[in-house]
Each structure stands twice: as C-alpha cells, then as structure tokens.
C-alpha cells in the first residue's frame, strides 16, 4: 500500500514520511493514514527502537549519582554534633551534659523538613501539569548551568505549516491559496492540513472540485469551479519541483532557489502559479523563554540539538535565540553529546522522542514533553503533561523554590541545634528542656518547608 508514517520521534524528522511499496518503515514508526501490509526483514533486537533502547540502559548505568542535599549536610552535621557531646563529656566528666547534647542534636531539621519540602513541591508540580518521576531532580535543577534542547515536538510544535506563497504566474497569493485549499481538502498527505488552515486563516471561500486524481509520488490533480460561475474552470495540479516538467516543460527553469524547508508547486491549467512553502511551526513563547533562562535561571549554555537537517535547525536556532547547534544528530550522538556537558556542568536536557531517552537519562536532569512515548517518560525525571514551555519554566521555579526553602530549614534548623547544643554543653539545658526545645525546632522547620507548596500564583 501507499501512506505516510510519523517517525519525529525516532529520527527527528518532524514531517510525516511518504512510503510506497518497497520503501523502509523504522520499527516503532506511527501509521495514521491508510491500512499498509509492512514486512518484518530483521529481528527484534537489530530494530532502529531496540537499538535506541540498548543506549538508554548504557546511559542509565553510566549516569552518575550524584549526593541529595540532606546527605551533604548531614556529613558535616553528624561528626560535628558527637564531637560536641564527647567535649562536654570529656570537659565537664558529667554523662549527663552528654546525654543533653545529643538529645537537641537530633537531626529532624534534616530528616524531615527536607522531605516535607520535595513532597511540597512535587505536590505543586502536579498542580501545575507536571509529573515528578524522580522527586531528586528538584534539588538539582537550580544547580543546571547548561540547557539542551531538542527541536521537533519541544521548540516547535511537530505539525507543517504553510509559511510563504510564491506568486510566478498572474493569480494572486489569495487566488492561488484558495485553487490549493480547494484540491487539498481531499487529500490526506502530510502538507494538506497546512494549505487547508492557511486557507481558512485568510477567510478564503473553497472551491467545487471535480475529476480529482491523487497519483501518490505524482501530485494532486482535479478541476476547479467557482460555485458563482460554472464557467470559470480550472485545471489544478499540485506537485513537486522533480516532478512539475510532466505538466509544465517550462515550469522548472522559472522555479526560485531551493531553501530549507518542504515546498510543493502549483500549476493552473498548464503554467506554474506560484511555489508553497512549509515550516515546522515554532511554539510561540519559544524565544521569550530562550532569552529568560540565563537571567531567571543561571543558565550560561544553552545548545539546540535535533536529528533533522542542519537548515531547518539553524532557521529554528535564529528564531528563538540559540546560537550552539548540533543537527543530524542520532541517539548515540545525543548521549555523547549530553556526556560531554554534564562532564563540564550540570545539564538539564528538554525532549519528547524515542530518539531523546538516552540522552534524558544520562543528563543531571531530564524533562520530557507529552506523553505520546512510554519510553521517554520513563527516561526522564519529570514529564510536562501539556508540552508547554511555561510549564518547563514553572518547573525551574519550583525547583529553584524547593531549594532555598529547604536549605532555610535545614540550616535553620541545625543552627538552632548547634546553639541549643552549645548550650547543653555549658550545663544550661538538661535532657528534658533539650528534648522540648528541639521539638520546637523541629516545628518551626517543617512548617517553613511548608511553604514551597503554598501561594502557587507567586511563580513567574
């Protein structure tokens, strides 16, 4: 059969991939067009997927473990809180002041207070749309210095769409915008969506259509009618620039340069109109959220990687503001890529392919956009359900807020110990006293770790 099949999330490639008889289908590809009889001719293990997965479990037992926060500051707190309790024993010969001492030195600043702050947090990043799979890549997300991001699904959208009309004939852009939109409505191919919006944005009026032909490879052909006038026909033919000298001899010499992108070519009753040009459709906020993550969020690197053509990314790149590229990138090349950053800094890598889960696991922080692969999510340490950038924003926020909070409390809390400590040392705080003051240290620093999971509306 004759279709096409989505493979951006193996490849990259954001534009669904036409396929004829005898034409390779990657394993794991996505079919949403006609039903295709597809012929295995290798065996599980040699798939482009099974591949991919055999780097994802290298990268997950090469990623490095990195200490959580209430590990480093208990190493310091630990030894610290029994060598005063020895001194005052030692000093004083009393077991008593000994007794005292490690009684307020408790550490439930530490044992509790930080916990209670990452439940906080991953409490309100599921408010917010946003799954924490692994709860410790709150505490490391503020100390990402590097950013790398995948292009297709993740800066853009993943869909085409029409971005330029190139008059050559003597119809107007509208004119042949409206001849187009007419034909594609019929058609199924990846660009026909593109053309029928872009038709519809302008409030442009679609035309009867008739003796419609979709020769696949060839083009669309068919005759157009105006509704009004039954005898202002025209023969349409949308097709390729390899293709356009079976309709029009003339037409290929007129054609404009080829630039990046898809273009499709289209003739009205015998002589070229006018050239269509598509996009992968940017997200928006893309360049807004580009230049706020070195002010906002201490990031000094920041890279744009993408398995796509260096022309596409490099337009994409100038766009939002990236200057570091890296294009026809596969797997492999992504975890080599993501090893090499996190060796200099801490990385936080931002994807949403197949093709991006090594490179997720093996950053100091993954993040994955949607949900549509399984394998991805469960690669990276947190997933934004919306695919939204503003939620990726809100997630450094958070974790920049769990952080500080935290921190507060559990340095708060041992520099209260620490002079509650002093203070039993010298003989004025018994066991009991002790016991009671550390409860109330204890209070005090959960309910400030509280505090990451309140006043949501303050993230910005």
């Known amino acids: 059969g004759r279709g096409s099949m989505d493979e951006s999330y193996l490849t990259g490639e954001p534009y669904r991939m036409a396929k004829a008889p005898g034409s390779n289908v990657l394993s794991g590809s ?8 597809i012929r295995t001719d290798r065996v599980v293990g040699d798939s482009r997927c099974a591949k991919i997965m055999d780097v994802l479990r290298a990268s997950e037992q090469r990623r490095p473990q990195l200490r959580r926060l209430a590990d480093s500051l208990g190493a310091l707190y630990t030894p610290l809180a029994v060598g005063i309790a020895a001194a005052a024993w030692f000093v004083s010969g009393s077991p008593t002041r000994f007794l005292a001492v490690l009684v307020v030195a408790t550490p439930c600043p530490l044992l509790i207070a930080i916990p209670v702050a990452i439940i906080g947090a991953v409490s309100l990043a599921a408010k917010r749309g946003i799954v924490i799979r ?11 210095r590097t950013a790398i991001f995948d292009k297709t699904g993740t800066l853009t959208y993943g869909t085409p769409k029409l971005t330029d009309v190139i008059p050559m004939g003597r119809l107007s852009q509208g004119e042949v915008l409206a001849l187009a939109a007419s034909l594609e409505g019929y058609s199924k191919h990846p660009l026909a969506a593109a053309v029928v ?11 009867d259509v008739e003796a419609l032909a979709e020769k696949p490879g060839q083009g669309l052909t068919g005759r157009v009618t105006r509704p009004d006038d039954g005898r202002q026909r025209h023969d349409v033919a949308i097709t390729s620039r390899q293709k356009l000298a079976a309709v029009d001899p003339a037409g290929p010499d007129r054609l404009p340069p080829v630039t990046g992108g898809l273009e499709c070519i289209v003739v009205v009753d015998g002589a070229t109109e006018a050239v269509l040009r598509f996009r992968d459709t940017p997200r928006a906020d893309g360049r807004s959220f580009v230049s706020h993550l070195s002010p906002a969020h201490g990031l000094s690197r920041v890279m744009l990687v993408s398995g796509d053509r260096e022309s596409e990314v490099r337009w994409l790149a100038d766009l939002v503001g990236i200057t570091e590229v890296h294009a026809g990138i596969q797997p492999e090349g ?16 931002v994807g949403d392919g197949i093709n ?3 490179a997720l696991a093996a950053a100091t922080v993954g993040i994955a956009m949607g949900t549509a692969s399984d394998v991805t999510s469960e690669a990276a340490g947190a997933v934004v359900m919306d695919s939204s950038l503003e939620r990726v924003d809100e997630l450094f926020h958070i974790g920049r807020r769990l952080r500080s909070v935290a921190l507060q409390s559990a340095v708060g809390g041992m520099a209260a110990s620490i002079m509650g400590m002093g203070l039993a040392a010298a003989g004025y705080l018994p066991p009991a006293a002790g016991a009671l003051l550390q409860e109330a240290i204890d209070v005090v620093a959960v309910l400030n770790a509280l505090r990451v999971a309140w006043r949501p509306g303050a993230l910005s």
């Open 134 to 144: 692994d709860p410790a890549i709150l505490e490391r997300l503020d100390t990402c």
């Open 334 to 349: 992504k975890l080599v890529l993501v090893e090499q950053a996190t060796a200099e800094a801490a990385t936080v890598f």
């Open 30 to 37: 996505i079919n949403g067009q006609a039903a295709l009889e």
């Open 197 to 207: 919006q872009a038709a519809a944005e302008r409030s442009l009026q679609l035309l």
């Open 356 to 358: 991006d889960a090594p």
